[in-house]
């Protein structure tokens, strides 16, 4: 079946898109995209839940409470990584399939035989950018 193209949803799918490293709520989205009213906080709604089941963007628990943030995630399947989360800037990162091969096997290794979920799993810790403006 053909996806219908709004303006909204490539507004959105736009907005999305240049902030890839960065996850947003609904609140944050229309905040964005709502102020010169283009586009209605309803099309936000639905554009985010069918572009989630399309798998375009993920849906990740915001920490600590019951709200949920989106991220776009193209054609990629983020559920293959582990994600680093900036905690100054909240930028998000996917972990080098290397590195995270070391960790399966370090932590299975460790704990007879634990295997991670990848895509529940979010280290949390500062960019090289912040980092390296928190230095100056």
């Not at 905040?31 to 586009?39: E, W």
């Not at 989630?52 to 991220?71: C, N, P, T």
């Not at 399947?77 to 590195?99: N, P, T, V, Y």
Request: aromatic share 8%; with cysteine.
């Amino acid at each position: 079946m053909k996806k219908y193209q709004t303006e909204q949803r490539r507004q959105l799918l736009s907005f999305l898109m240049e902030h890839r490293d960065r996850q947003f709520s609904i609140e944050e989205l229309s905040k964005h995209l709502c102020g010169d009213g283009q586009i209605s906080v309803s099309s936000i709604y639905r554009n985010v839940n069918a572009m989630v089941k399309e798998g375009a963007i993920q849906r990740f628990s915001k920490d600590g409470s019951r709200k949920f943030l989106y991220q776009y995630i193209g054609d990629g399947d983020c559920s293959c990584h582990i994600h680093l989360k900036c905690e100054i800037c909240g930028s998000i990162f996917h972990m080098d399939r290397r590195a995270m091969e070391t960790v399966d096997a370090s932590v299975a290794a460790s704990v007879r035989g634990f295997s991670i979920n990848r895509k529940r799993t979010v280290l949390y810790g500062a960019c090289g950018k912040c980092k390296k403006q928190s230095s100056r």
